[in-house]
C-alpha cells in the first residue's frame, strides 16, 4: 500500500512562514505529479501547487509570489515553503501524488491533511 504523510502545520501570525513537507512511502515504481491542495472552513478544496517530476510548477494566482513548492524524487517528498502567510490561508493542507505502483497500476493518492492557521 502507499501512504503519503504530511508534516508542518501549526499556528503562526500573519507575515510569518511555515514549511510544509509529504513524503510517499509504500510500493511504489514511480511518482509523477506532486502537489499540494488546501480546504477553508466551507470552502471547496483547491489546488495551491503542484510539480511534476521534472521540475515543472503550477500555482495558484492567490499565492504566487509568497509559496514554493519543491520535490526531492530520492525521497519521494514533496514541500511546500510559505511566505508571508496571510489570514486567508487558513486551511488543511493536503498533499497529492499520482503515483504508479507498478507499470501497470497507477492511483491518484492523498494525504490526511495538516492545518495551517494563521492568526491576523
Given at each position: 500500500?502507499?501512504?503519503?504523510?504530511?508534516?508542518?502545520?501549526?499556528?503562526?501570525?500573519?507575515?510569518?512562514?511555515?514549511?510544509?513537507?509529504?513524503?510517499?512511502?509504500?510500493?511504489?515504481?514511480?511518482?509523477?505529479?506532486m502537489g499540494w491542495f488546501r480546504q477553508a472552513p466551507g470552502k471547496q478544496r483547491e489546488l495551491v501547487a503542484a510539480?511534476?517530476?521534472?521540475?515543472?510548477?503550477?500555482?495558484?494566482?492567490?499565492?504566487?509570489?509568497?509559496?514554493?513548492?519543491?520535490?526531492?524524487?530520492?525521497?519521494?517528498t514533496v514541500y511546500l515553503q510559505m511566505n508571508s502567510l496571510q489570514s486567508e490561508d487558513t486551511a488543511v493542507y493536503y498533499c497529492n501524488a499520482d503515483i504508479w505502483r507498478t507499470v501497470a497500476?497507477?492511483?491518484?493518492?492523498?494525504?490526511?491533511?495538516?492545518l495551517v492557521t494563521v492568526s491576523s
Open positions: 500500500q502507499v501512504q503519503l504523510v504530511e508534516a508542518g502545520g501549526g499556528l503562526v501570525q500573519a507575515g510569518g512562514s511555515l514549511r510544509l513537507s509529504c513524503v510517499a512511502s509504500g510500493s511504489i515504481y514511480r511518482i509523477n505529479t510539480i511534476t517530476s521534472g521540475g515543472s510548477t503550477n500555482y495558484a494566482d492567490s499565492v504566487k509570489g509568497r509559496f514554493t513548492i519543491s520535490r526531492d524524487n530520492a525521497k519521494n497500476a497507477f492511483m491518484d493518492y492523498w494525504g490526511k491533511g495538516t
